[in-house]
């Protein structure tokens, strides 16, 4: 069984540029989420997608969007970043709409210079 | 205001003892409580799933308790080992916004030789 895995592991960007972080979902799972972890802080979610479609979103603005793929993967894009948008990015899956054991993966830790 | 709140938020504790992790959270009508450990760095593993309606779950060393009435979880770790540091998370999910996990910001422990 395969875990959870994301890309890139680490990056760098400047204000104002775009980034697409990438994950795919453990096998047999169909809904993946978002979330964002600050340092020293929990993590925050950003929203969620099942089937394709956004089911949930958290107070994240709109420069951040996500797709989902008829193989259960997913993209995180962030547009226009902002210094504060450095963080750990963390995608997580479960099967059917998040209400079960949420498994997540590494992480993209993404700094914004 | 839906929030998990973990106290304290480190932990120092030689090698062997028993110890208890702390969660709290506002408003019961919780959907159910999910526990991970975080490595430095690292992603998310989940430790321990609770649905609402069980009132503890066991994994090895591992023991999680849920009273939704008063609103707390504990996680004991029985018989601490070196390798058991790290940062621990406790997560909710709330009934009317079952596709999010709330988390608390953690206690860091640190099990020293």
């Known amino acids: 069984e395969t875990g959870v895995t994301q890309s890139p592991t680490h990056l760098i960007k400047t204000r104002g540029q775009q980034v697409t972080l990438r994950c795919s979902s453990q096998s047999g799972h169909n809904t993946v989420s978002w979330y964002q972890q600050a340092l020293g802080q929990g993590p925050q979610f950003i929203f969620q997608?099942?089937?394709?479609?956004?089911?949930g979103r958290g107070n994240f603005p709109p420069r951040f969007s996500g797709l989902q793929f008829p193989n259960y993967s997913s993209e995180l894009n962030v547009n226009a970043l902002e210094l504060d948008d450095s963080a750990l990015y963390l995608c997580?899956?479960?099967?059917?709409?998040?209400?079960?054991?949420?498994?997540f993966g590494e992480g993209s830790r993404l700094t914004v210079l | 205001k839906q929030e998990v709140t973990q106290i304290p938020a480190a932990l120092s504790v030689p090698e062997g003892e028993n110890l208890v992790l702390n969660c709290s959270f506002t408003?019961?009508?919780?959907?159910?409580l999910q526990w991970f450990r975080q490595d430095p760095g690292k992603g998310l593993t989940s430790l321990l799933l609770i649905q609402s309606s069980q009132r503890e779950q066991t994994s090895g060393r591992l023991n999680a308790s849920l009273d939704k009435s008063s609103g707390r979880s504990t996680l004991y770790i029985a018989a601490s080992q070196p390798g058991d540091s790290a940062t621990y998370l406790c997560?909710?999910?709330?009934?009317?916004?079952?596709?999010?996990?709330?988390f608390g910001s953690g206690t860091r422990l640190l099990v020293r030789p």
């Open positions: 408003d019961s009508a919780i959907y159910n």
């Open positions: 997560a909710v999910r709330w009934m009317d916004s079952s596709y999010k996990l709330i």
């Open positions: 997580a899956s479960n099967l059917y709409r998040g209400h079960g054991e949420l498994f």
């Open positions: 997608y099942y089937r394709e479609e956004e089911n």
